[in-house]
T-cell receptor, first 110, second 115 residues
Framework: GESVGLHLPTLSVQEGDNSIINCAYS??????FIWYKQESGKGPQFIID???NMDKRQGQRVTVLLNKTVKHLSLQIAATQPGDSAVYFC?????????WGAGTKLIIKP | DSGVTQTPKHLITATGQRVTLRCSPR?????VYWYQQSLDQGLQFLIQ???????AKGNILERFSAQQFPDLHSELNLSSLELGDSALYFC??????????????FGPGTRLTVT
């Protein structure tokens, strides 16, 4: 079936290091891939998106990479800070819906 | 603050009961989405409304229903509640249309506890 899933449920990173969160998807019929961040006790918040005809997009301290050959999406966070602690979801836009991955919990070690 | 409001913030009720969750989208947004999130789980898409009309339906149980009113606020009705319905229920909104539907703005959620 169609699904968007994450390789690692929990990722621990030293403060100041770079974080890489990975996501695999199985359905190629989408035009956007998106990353959301959900802090504890809050709703998800849009971080960055990438169109399916791109392979890289950069934002402020974040970079999203899309490898359509292996159906892999990643979110890189530079110089990880305590405020980056959250659950990160990848999602795939298909028609009117977002198909969400299971989420990766990012833990920042001091 | 996303601009999306949800009430109530917390709700505790018994099995078999019926509850209504309310959502007000961001000003100007025409689309409203409802999601269920169980403890430490991902987001389960339930249903989407666009300008008062149902646009997409996900894994929504028959015991659940929703509607979007002319003022664009939405309500999610959950009936014959079961223990397994305990979860966070999020509402999200977007300006509307397929082009914008991927950037959704989420409310703070309603935590439902069924005892």
């Amino acid at each position: 079936g169609e699904s968007v899933g994450l390789h690692l449920p929990t990722l621990s990173v030293q403060e100041g290091d770079n974080s890489i969160i990975n996501c695999a998807y199985s359905n190629s019929a989408s035009d956007y891939f998106i990353w959301y961040k959900q802090e504890s006790g809050k709703g998800p918040q849009f971080i960055i998106d990438i169109r399916s005809n791109m392979d890289k997009r950069q934002g402020q301290r974040v970079t999203v990479l899309l490898n359509k050959t292996v159906k892999h999406l990643s979110l890189q966070i530079a110089a990880t800070q305590p405020g980056d602690s959250a659950v990160y979801f990848c999602a795939e836009k298909k028609n009117y819906q977002l198909i969400w991955g299971a989420g990766t919990k990012l833990i920042i070690k001091p | 603050d996303s601009g999306v409001t949800q009430t109530p913030k917390h709700l505790i009720t018994a099995t078999g009961q019926r509850v209504t969750l309310r959502c007000s989208p961001r000003s100007g947004d025409l689309s409203v989405y409802w999601y269920q999130q169980s403890l430490d789980q991902g987001l389960q898409f339930l249903i989407q409304y666009y300008n008062g009309e149902e646009r997409a339906k996900g894994n929504i149980l028959e015991r659940f229903s929703a509607q979007q009113f002319p003022d664009l606020h939405s309500e999610l009705n959950l009936s014959s509640l079961e223990l397994g319905d305990s979860a966070l229920y999020f509402c999200a909104s977007s300006p509307g249309g397929t082009a914008s539907s991927y950037e959704q703005y989420f409310g703070p959620g309603t935590r439902l506890t069924v005892t």
